[in-house]
């Protein structure tokens, strides 16, 4: 096995728990872009029946928007001072 620091071991770590919130964003988000690209009456009583549930895409695009910056910012400051690559 190849040897790697345990800082970076611990980057790649956050970075994939980074992405998995990113990807459930978008998963939760599939209703209201559903419902915006095909736009028909079955996708308006799933977003009715979800909003009466509780579903707030806002949560969605904040919590998603939070993760993505925070997991590409902690990319750029990786490769900037550690990797040297940018």
Known sequence: MGSQSKAKTIFLLTSMV??????AALMYLFPLVANWVVD???THVWIET?????Y???LGWVGGG????A???GYII???RFDGKI
């Open 18 to 23: 980074g992405w998995l919130v990113v990807g």
């Open 50 to 54: 979800l909003s009466r549930s509780g």
């Open 78 to 80: 990786w490769y900037q």
């Open 56 to 58: 707030d895409p806002m």
């Open 71 to 73: 997991t590409v910012s």
């Open 40 to 42: 028909s009456d079955r």
């Open 66 to 69: 939070i993760a993505l910056v």
